[in-house]
T-cell receptor, first 109, second 113 residues
Framework: QKEVEQNSGPLSVPEGAIASLNCTYSDRGSQSFFWYRQYSGKSPELIMFIYSNGDKEDGRFTAQLNKASQYVSLLIRDSQPSDSATYLCAGYSASKIIFGSGTRLSIRP | DTGVSQDPRHKITKRGQNVTFRCDPISEHNRLYWYRQTLGQGPEFLTYFQNEAQLEKSRLLSDRFSAERPKGSFSTLEIQRTEQGDSAMYLC???????????FGPGTRLLVL
């Protein structure tokens, strides 16, 4: 079992709608979680991090963490074509970040 | 530009050759990480340094791989006797000890023929 699991997608969402990306993790020792965006051929770019249970909002992005269910999610409101990318969920444990395989998101006009 | 930089950005080599990659972290960052990423996968941890000390190496890192960070600033990753399975994107990231978020460089794409 992978430590961080994501649905590989592709997830197709119409422009202007809410995109919901989900992630589960197996290591209860993971203390912090990150969402990175990766465009094709580019390196990952940090867009959100969350350390505590609940919601954290930053502009059009909301990260949600539920440690009891070992579940992390990312909501993208008012989706734009520029949001089309692979989104990597990652957990931090013992000074390392463990990444999921990523969910490919496509925003259709 | 004060972000993480990597050199070269692309490298094509023949099987059996040695290659070396360089990473320059964000200047005040004392932790430096190396990852490898293949198509359709997330980055896989290889090793990390805190200042000049190499604190952890992944089991993925065979004895053909070696990394150094001699003065606690830039780092090098060397692959000896390259194999076709080494073809991947090699990513470097850096962070502060006090923060958990890591910031990535543009990566070095390696193709072994």
């Amino acid at each position: 079992q992978k430590e961080v699991e994501q649905n590989s997608g592709p997830l197709s969402v119409p422009e202007g709608a809410i995109a919901s990306l989900n992630c589960t993790y197996s290591d209860r020792g993971s203390q912090s979680f990150f969402w990175y965006r990766q465009y094709s051929g580019k390196s990952p770019e940090l867009i959100m991090f969350i350390y505590s249970n609940g919601d954290k909002e930053d502009g059009r992005f909301t990260a949600q963490l539920n440690k009891a269910s070992q579940y992390v999610s990312l909501l993208i409101r008012d989706s734009q074509p520029s949001d089309s990318a692979t989104y990597l969920c990652a957990g931090y444990s013992a000074s390392k970040i463990i990444f999921g395989s990523g969910t490919r998101l496509s925003i259709r006009p | 530009d004060t972000g993480v930089s990597q050199d070269p950005r692309h490298k094509i080599t023949k099987r059996g050759q040695n290659v070396t990659f360089r990473c320059d972290p964000i200047s005040e960052h004392n932790r430096l990480y190396w990852y490898r990423q293949t198509l359709g996968q997330g980055p896989e941890f290889l090793t990390y340094f805190q200042n000049e000390a190499q604190l952890e190496k992944s089991r993925l890192l065979s004895d053909r791989f070696s990394a150094e960070r001699p003065k606690g600033s830039f780092s090098t990753l060397e692959i000896q006797r390259t194999e076709q399975g080494d073809s991947a994107m090699y990513l470097c990231a850096s962070s502060l000890i006090s923060e958990r978020a890591q910031y990535f460089g543009p990566g070095t794409r390696l193709l072994v023929l």
